[in-house]
């Protein structure tokens, strides 16, 4: 009876461990792991725990080997005392971005078997894991919790780094002489490797996933003699193939050192000299749905600052006060004409300003909103506006009516509208994660798009291609994804990591960009349809809300809650296909707007 037991212990264990493995295969995406411990330790959450108390989640049976623990702490008492959570040390200083009201704290231990996803997703060859991947990361745990929020925050080391401790879970034994590396795991799919401070004992700057990895040895392979005739003709054959590989290499090493060339003169630019300029923009708003930032075809840009609307003529820098709504009202959205100088202005009463900008002299005063017109969007005399109402509404400026119809059709805030470039379909996106396309006579979509699982602010039409429409998706999402409006088709995704806040496609090559918010704040530039990045460019140190594009197609001006509009020059000119030297930035000094 007693045999019988033991066997019955033994099969079960098996099972389990079979069982543990094929989840972890179903799972392949690192970033996907993330999320889903993400949300069962939100599901999990308990208000009531103390702070500072290490609090262990329970989670599901198919996520066995996994061990996650979490501590919810003040964000000034956390720079002040820093913490201990199981395996990471963070001293005193360590900050975290943004500062919400309360932190959770999330320590990851990952065990063997699913630490093995990281093969899938980052490059190890010639090295092997030694200790199961070690996750830190921080989320938003005030009491306005909830899965709508962009509840993700990065943390910062001190002055000393935060400490990893791998003493109790490493499988080598540094006195047999081996000395292992320690793997810092990048999101952009990078691994650092770096040497140990002391013994089992690894440092890192920022949040994120750890581990312990070794050279793999090299295997020792026996020789066979072999005769003289395969010799010869295995050379002749060998000699053959290898001049059509090596010229094949030739090219191929030829076109990745101009693309890398490229990438790196973007990002040493971008990295010592900033942007091509920076203006400060002090009140610039950081709230992702709002459009507070534009640019005219006359070379004009507009800025939203309070409730205030600032003109900044690039020719000149020339810095002019356009209108002022009061105490009482405040600027939500900005949007210039294809053509002429009328810009018109949402404020957060629900009306929209026509003004004449060449005059200073507003034009006319639009109602029909009831709550703040955070989108704009221009259609030859045709304006439409989206608004908190959940309603978008179609105004001709000819016309003597306010709004000629209402579109109806998103359940939450219409935070993002773009019209195609020839007029005929206009996209909008809301804070319900929907992404809706009319055409010029329906009042109700006539495509509805639902696979983002966050609020779609980022909309851009292609001037490429008729009917390739891409969107973004917020912080719960994190996706760029592409669509063809014409054969009713979604075409692919792309996970970028952080929050998508803008989107523009470049009207001379096939590239588009990219801005971000949490928790990296960066600027992307993309090559279409592969989606291979050419460059990150950073320099904000808040969400990167704001994007407009100059006239020419080659400057691009982003904004952010850091109060600073910058200017990079990421697109070539028409004329020019010559990347390399037309990328980047020069440092033109600081301007300030007001």
Same mark, same amino acid.
């Given at each position: 009876?007693?045999?019988?037991?033991?066997?019955?212990?033994?099969?079960?264990?098996?099972?389990?461990?079979?069982?543990?493995?094929?989840?972890?295969?179903?799972?392949?995406?690192?970033?996907?792991?993330?999320?889903?411990?993400?949300?069962?330790?939100?599901?999990?959450?308990?208000?009531?725990?103390?702070?500072? !108390?290490?609090?262990?989640?329970?989670?599901?049976?198919?996520?066995?080997?996994?061990?996650?623990?979490?501590?919810?702490?003040?964000?000034?008492?956390?720079?002040?005392?820093?913490?201990?959570?199981?395996?990471?040390?963070?001293?005193?200083?360590?900050?975290?971005?943004?500062?919400?009201?309360?932190?959770?704290?999330?320590?990851?231990?990952?065990?063997?078997?699913?630490?093995?996803?990281?093969?899938?997703?980052?490059?190890?060859?010639?090295?092997?894991?030694?200790?199961?991947?070690?996750?830190?990361?921080?989320?938003?745990?005030?009491?306005?919790?909830?899965?709508?929020?962009?509840?993700?925050?990065?943390?910062?080391?001190?002055?000393?780094?935060?400490?990893?401790?791998?003493?109790?879970?490493?499988?080598?034994?540094?006195?047999?002489?081996?000395?292992?590396?320690?793997?810092?795991?990048?999101?952009?799919?990078?691994?650092?490797?770096?040497?140990?401070?002391?013994?089992?004992?690894?440092?890192?700057?920022?949040?994120?996933?750890?581990?312990?990895?070794?050279?793999?040895?090299?295997?020792?392979?026996?020789?066979?003699?072999?005769?003289?005739?395969?010799?010869?003709?295995?050379?002749?054959?060998?000699?053959?193939?290898?001049?059509?590989?090596?010229?094949?290499?030739?090219?191929?090493?030829?076109?990745?050192?101009?693309?890398?060339?490229?990438?790196?003169?973007?990002?040493?630019?971008?990295?010592?000299?900033?942007?091509?300029?920076?203006?400060?923009?002090?009140?610039?708003?950081?709230?992702?749905?709002?459009?507070?930032?534009?640019?005219?075809?006359?070379?004009?840009?507009?800025?939203?600052?309070?409730?205030?609307?600032?003109?900044?003529?690039?020719?000149?820098?020339?810095?002019?006060?356009?209108?002022?709504?009061?105490?009482?009202?405040?600027?939500?959205?900005?949007?210039?004409?294809?053509?002429?100088?009328?810009?018109?202005?949402? !404020?957060?009463?629900?009306?929209?300003?026509?003004?004449?900008?060449?005059?200073?002299?507003?034009?006319?005063?639009?109602?029909?909103?009831?709550?703040?017109?955070?989108?704009?969007?221009?259609?030859?005399?045709?304006?439409?506006?989206?608004?908190?109402? *959940?309603?978008?509404?179609?105004?001709?400026?000819?016309?003597?009516?306010?709004?000629?119809?209402?579109?109806?059709?998103?359940?939450?805030?219409?935070?993002?509208?773009?019209?195609?470039?020839?007029?005929?379909?206009?996209?909008?996106?809301?804070?319900?994660?929907?992404?809706?396309?009319?055409?010029?006579?329906? !009042?109700?979509?006539?495509?509805?798009?639902?696979?983002?699982?966050?609020?779609?602010?980022?909309?851009?039409?292609?001037?490429?291609?008729?009917?390739?429409?891409?969107?973004?998706?917020?912080?719960?999402?994190?996706?760029?994804?592409?669509?063809? !409006?014409?054969?009713?088709?979604?075409?692919?995704?792309?996970?970028?990591?952080?929050?998508?806040?803008?989107?523009?496609?470049? *009207?001379?090559?096939?590239?588009?960009?990219?801005?971000?918010?949490?928790?990296?704040?960066?600027?992307?530039?993309?090559?279409?349809?592969?989606?291979?990045?050419?460059?990150?460019?950073?320099?904000?140190?808040?969400?990167?809300?704001?994007?407009?594009?100059?006239?020419?197609?080659?400057?691009?001006?982003?904004?952010?809650?850091?109060?600073?509009?910058?200017?990079?020059?990421?697109?070539?000119?028409?004329?020019?296909?010559?990347?390399?030297?037309?990328?980047?930035?020069?440092?033109?000094?600081?301007?300030?707007?007001?």
């Amino acid at each position: 009876m007693g045999s019988l037991f033991y066997l019955t212990l033994v099969v079960l264990s098996f099972i389990c461990v079979a069982f543990t493995k094929s989840e972890a295969q179903k799972i392949q995406s690192a970033r996907l792991l993330d999320l889903l411990i993400r949300d069962v330790t939100f599901k999990a959450y308990d208000t009531r725990i103390r702070t500072g !108390t290490l609090h262990t989640v329970n989670l599901p049976a198919n996520f066995s080997g996994i061990i996650v623990d979490t501590a919810r702490y003040r964000c000034g008492s956390l720079r002040r005392y820093g913490a201990q959570v199981k395996e990471f040390h963070l001293g005193t200083g360590v900050s975290v971005h943004p500062c919400a009201e309360r932190v959770m704290i999330v320590r990851q231990n990952l065990g063997y078997n699913w630490s093995s996803i990281y093969y899938a997703n980052y490059d190890l060859s010639g090295y092997q894991l030694v200790s199961p991947i070690l996750g830190l990361l921080a989320y938003n745990a005030g009491m306005d919790v909830n899965f709508s929020n962009p509840f993700e925050l990065g943390i910062e080391a001190g002055e000393k780094p935060i400490s990893i401790d791998f003493k109790n879970i490493t499988r080598v034994n540094n006195e047999l002489g081996t000395r292992p590396l320690c793997a810092s795991f990048e999101g952009d799919g990078k691994v650092t490797l770096a040497r140990e401070t002391k013994p089992y004992i690894c440092v890192a700057k920022r949040h994120g996933h750890f581990g312990l990895v070794i050279e793999k040895p090299i295997p020792v392979q026996l020789r066979k003699r072999v005769s003289q005739w395969k010799i010869a003709v295995g050379s002749s054959v060998g000699s053959a193939l290898g001049a059509f590989l090596l010229g094949l290499l030739l090219v191929a090493m030829l076109v990745k050192v101009k693309k890398q060339s490229r990438m790196v003169e973007m990002e040493r630019r971008a990295y010592e000299e900033e942007a091509l300029q920076v203006l400060d923009a002090p009140a610039l708003q950081d709230d992702f749905y709002l459009n507070l930032v534009d640019w005219s075809s006359h070379n004009v840009l507009a800025v939203g600052l309070g409730n205030c609307v600032y003109l900044w003529n690039a020719c000149s820098s020339k810095v002019t006060k356009l209108c002022d709504l009061g105490i009482d009202d405040s600027v939500c959205s900005v949007g210039w004409a294809q053509r002429g100088t009328h810009l018109a202005v949402g !404020t957060s009463n629900g009306k929209v300003q026509i003004w004449d900008a060449s005059r200073c002299r507003r034009v006319r005063t639009m109602e029909g909103h009831r709550l703040r017109i955070g989108a704009l969007a221009w259609s030859s005399s045709t304006l439409s506006s989206g608004s908190r109402d *959940k309603t978008i509404l179609q105004r001709d400026i000819r016309a003597q009516d306010d709004f000629v119809s209402k579109l109806s059709g998103h359940k939450s805030e219409v935070c993002g509208l773009k019209w195609s470039y020839d007029n005929r379909e206009l996209a909008s996106g809301g804070n319900d994660n929907r992404l809706f396309v009319w055409n010029q006579h329906s !009042t109700q979509p006539v495509l509805k798009y639902c696979e983002h699982t966050a609020a779609v602010k980022a909309i851009a039409w292609s001037p490429h291609h008729h009917g390739l429409l891409a969107s973004g998706g917020g912080t719960a999402d994190r996706c760029i994804r592409f669509w063809n !409006t014409t054969t009713n088709s979604h075409l692919s995704c792309m996970d970028t990591g952080s929050q998508v806040c803008n989107l523009v496609w470049s *009207k001379n090559v096939n590239e588009l960009v990219s801005t971000h918010g949490y928790s990296q704040n960066q600027i992307i530039v993309w090559r279409y349809p592969t989606m291979s990045k050419l460059a990150t460019l950073t320099g904000h140190s808040y969400r990167v809300l704001y994007l407009a594009i100059s006239p020419d197609g080659q400057t691009i001006v982003t904004g952010a809650g850091d109060e600073t509009l910058r200017f990079w020059n990421v697109f070539p000119s028409p004329k020019s296909q010559n990347r390399e030297s037309e990328i980047g930035a020069s440092s033109l000094g600081r301007t300030v707007i007001r």
